[in-house]
């Protein structure tokens, strides 16, 4: 069974730093493009990032590029954000997301959320 | 980036109405549109694929239709377990945007 866990949110200050974990189980995190999406409270979903399945390929939303940065760790399975010069409208409940297949579009296994609150 | 405009924002109905959102792309994606729907608290769940390809165990009273820019989903028979949001997703190209949602409440 596919399973993704998120875990590493929390209250920062603006301008501070957090690493989110995204432990996933059931399938290699190499073989599949992975993506965080956060949700603000109240709002809709925002895709932030991916990373490729096969190729070392980083993508991002332009609201984090040069601040935000995703990794894996392909020999514990888990996927990462790196999340530097936090700002309050970072606040949001950050999932992880796994992309059905290369050949296919959509993301059929999400993880529960983890959220990160930007407050002074 | 390729904008994706749901419309409407929210609706009313009842159970047993025939429901239908519509996304609305800002340039051609082909049928690179997928859809969710998602509970309050809950991650989402991944309904549709390649615009109208019903992902394996979702109810048959969920289609999607459409190619280029204009995309549907429609629910028929509207059941309780259906009041949720939808949301549209491209997956043309980086960025992957989202819709701004649809929320089907009860009349």
């Known amino acids: 069974e596919v399973q993704l866990s998120e875990s590493g949110g929390g209250l920062v200050q603006p301008g501070g730093s957090l690493r989110l974990s995204c432990a996933a189980s059931?399938?290699?995190?190499?073989?599949?493009?992975m993506s965080w999406v956060r949700q603000a409270p109240g709002k809709g979903l925002e895709w932030v990032s991916a990373?490729?399945?096969?190729?070392?390929?980083?993508y991002y939303a332009d609201s984090v590029r040069g601040r935000f940065t995703i990794s894996r760790d392909t020999s514990n399975n888990t996927l990462y954000l790196h999340m530097n010069s936090l700002r309050a409208e970072d606040t949001a409940v950050y999932y992880c997301?796994?992309?059905?297949?290369?050949?296919?579009?959509?993301?059929?296994?999400w993880g529960q959320g983890t959220l990160v609150t930007v407050s002074s | 980036a390729i904008q994706l405009t749901q419309s409407p924002s929210s609706l009313s109905a009842s159970v047993g109405d025939r429901v239908t959102i519509t996304c609305r792309a800002s340039?051609?994606?082909?049928?690179?549109l997928v859809w969710y729907q998602q509970k309050s608290g809950k991650a989402p769940k991944f309904l549709i694929y390649?615009?109208?390809s019903l992902e394996s165990g979702v109810p048959s009273r969920f289609s999607g239709s459409g190619s280029g820019t204009d995309f549907t989903l429609t629910i028929t028979s509207l059941q309780p377990e259906d009041f949720a949001t939808y949301f549209c997703?491209?997956?043309?190209?980086?960025?992957?945007?989202f819709g701004g949602g649809t929320k089907v409440q009860i009349k």
């Open positions: 997301a796994k992309r059905v297949s290369i050949l296919r579009s959509g993301f059929d296994s």
């Open positions: 059931g399938f290699a995190i190499s073989n599949y493009a």
């Open positions: 990373i490729g399945g096969s190729g070392p390929g980083t």
């Open positions: 340039h051609d994606i082909s049928t690179t």
């Open positions: 390649d615009a109208s």
């Open positions: 997703q491209h997956f043309y190209d980086y960025p992957l945007t």
